[in-house]
């Protein structure tokens, strides 16, 4: 009985230690293990939101960047930072592994912050204090200055490339998919995971940017650099809990091999029968702790690679769950594109929304609120629904859907897109006012403050992370459950291509209305004063003002006239 026991205590979903050896669960992985995870991203998340929530206004007060320069670099960088994933799920899917993959992308991560540390720091490395109205007239960051602190930005990016996609994999491969008990916590993972990163990114938005707002840029960037060191270092003391998968080969390679070997057979006929496909022994996929997939009728075409024609080349012949694999990945490209206009719409929050905040008043008596402190109130939304979603709706809902998740991950991830058209009507509306006011206090062509308090744009801050307790949970989720188990790096990747497509559109949208409406010898739409308005439509409204009154005038002298010859 014992023997049997101790048998049953080992995994079974192919999770080893650093050695290779197969671990027991009992002495590693579940919550225990996660706990070091859950803990080392609420110091990553403060370090990442205390750089990313207030860059906009560092790259206009202190590199004198104008509005839409400083938005597009934001946004380019934000893109990269969630483009990398991909080569980092690569990397750890075909290489070294998650947790080794993991381990040197933080060593990049760190440098990377500790020069943007010092390049906010020292006088020489950006430009002389400006407090001119108009930035254009304020002396531009050299290009030696704008070469270290992109440098540092873009460091940071590749460390990031190689921490992202790794570290919520390795929390969720502390769960045996074999063991009920533990299959069912890994249902709940997610939500706890985004609920706990989160406090860091209130931190981030609260203290930190009041911090490099009222304090210095110095403590400001220092703090964040001081709490990843921190947060690495917890996550290498947890190593003797970590449970591990080895690395599969790289994903793309086994997607490829599937795709070409259906186009070299594309005149081969497929059997009636699935049967007579090729597919390895159960045995096989039971030592590497994976799953036998049996064949579908969705992309048909594909299961041509598994047609087998004597041929053993595997550029030639796939194995049926290699090809039910790539139909995993391929299956999720639809739901992917679907994400990049919200993501979009998530980019305006570090960008545009914050510019938005400086032209507003602050003041709560004597203090001062950083505009990029309404980026808490993302967070507090989100923590908020997500714990009522976990505790209270899944529960309720369950009862009539008879699903373990309450409702499926896609519906939960519609309800998040109808949000987020919500979050853009409310912007839009808020906006108008906003625009209004300023034209009704003579405050269009000096950029003053407005008489109103910027809890105007509380609406849309508040609305964006109750979509996102619905739609960037339930994609985090998704593309990790979706995705087959050699893939699943790769797969999570797919969740933050999805944010950085949606930056990365953000810059051309904003770029090509700036340009369009700049032609013709017009300021255009989007200036560095937030207060003007269309600005051609005023110059012709100026022109139809003089016009109105010339006429008025030449009207008054034409009845002048008529009047003296009346009396002649």
């Not at 998919?177 to 993972?189: Q, R, T, V």
């Not at 209130?202 to 960037?221: C, M, P, R, S």
Request: net charge positive; aromatic share 12%.
């Amino acid at each position: 009985m014992a023997v049997e026991e101790g048998i049953d205590d080992y995994t079974q979903d192919g999770t080893v230690d650093l050695k290779g050896n197969p671990v027991r669960r009992s002495k590693r992985g579940g919550w225990t293990a996660c706990s070091f995870v859950v803990v080392y991203e609420v110091f990553e998340r403060m370090a990442y939101y205390g750089i990313s929530s207030n860059l906009v206004l560092y790259l206009t007060r202190k590199l004198h960047q104008g509005t839409v320069k400083s938005a597009n670099n934001v946004t380019n960088w934000v893109g990269t930072i969630w483009i990398t994933p991909i080569l980092g799920a690569y990397v750890a899917d075909a290489h070294l592994g998650r947790y080794w993959t993991f381990v040197f992308a933080s060593l990049i991560y760190v440098t990377g912050m500790s020069l943007l540390t010092l390049s906010v720091s020292i006088p020489g490395l950006k430009p002389p204090p400006c407090h001119q109205a108009n930035i254009d007239d304020c002396k531009k960051a050299s290009t030696l200055q704008l070469a270290t602190f992109f440098g540092a930005l873009y460091t940071l990016a590749i460390g990031t490339g190689g921490t992202k996609p790794n570290i919520s994999t390795i929390g969720a491969d502390q769960f045996d998919d074999f063991h009920p008990k533990e299959k069912a916590s890994k249902l709940s993972f997610f939500n706890w995971w985004m609920f706990s990163i989160f406090f860091g990114t209130l931190f981030a938005n609260t203290v930190l940017v009041y911090i490099q707002d009222n304090v210095g840029w110095t403590l400001g960037y220092g703090l964040p650099t001081l709490g990843l060191v921190i947060s690495v270092m917890i996550f290498l003391a947890g190593t003797p809990f970590y449970r591990h998968r080895v690395p599969a080969g790289s994903p793309f390679t086994k997607m490829a091999m599937v795709i070409v070997a259906a186009a070299r057979k594309w005149r081969v006929p497929l059997p009636s029968d699935p049967k007579e496909l090729h597919e390895l022994d159960l045995e096989e996929y039971a030592r590497n702790g994976k799953f036998m997939i049996g064949s579908t009728p969705t992309l048909r075409f594909l299961n041509k690679a598994a047609v087998k024609t004597g041929s053993t080349d595997p550029w030639m012949l796939s194995a049926v769950t290699q090809v039910e694999e790539t139909k995993q990945m391929l299956r999720m490209i639809p739901i992917l594109i679907a994400t990049f206009v919200p993501s979009t719409m998530i980019a305006q929050i570090n960008t545009l929304f914050i510019k938005q905040g400086t032209t507003l008043d602050r003041h709560i008596g004597n203090f001062k609120i950083p505009p990029a402190s309404l980026a808490g109130f993302v967070t507090i939304s989100m923590l908020v629904c997500v714990v009522l979603y976990d505790r209270f709706f899944v529960p309720v809902i369950r009862k009539w859907t008879n699903n373990p998740r309450g409702i499926t991950l896609l519906q939960r991830m519609g309800i998040g897109l109808v949000l987020h058209f919500v979050i853009m009507a409310v912007a839009s509306l808020t906006e108008r006012y906003r625009l209004n006011v300023a034209k009704q206090h003579g405050l269009v062509e000096n950029g003053g403050q407005l008489p109103l308090t910027i809890f105007i744009l509380l609406p849309q801050f508040v609305l964006m992370g109750t979509a996102d307790a619905f739609l960037e949970v339930a994609k985090l989720e998704f593309f990790y459950d979706q995705a087959p188990e050699s893939m699943k790096s790769l797969g999570t990747s797919y969740s933050s291509t999805s944010l950085g497509i949606g930056n990365f559109l953000s810059s051309f949208l904003l770029s090509t209305v700036s340009d369009i409406t700049q032609r013709d010898g017009h300021e255009g739409w989007i200036l560095n004063n937030l207060n003007k308005f269309y600005v051609y439509k005023a110059e012709v409204s100026d022109s139809m003002h003089v016009l109105t009154e010339e006429l008025k005038v030449m009207r008054l002298k034409a009845s002048n006239q008529e009047a003296a010859k009346g009396i002649a």
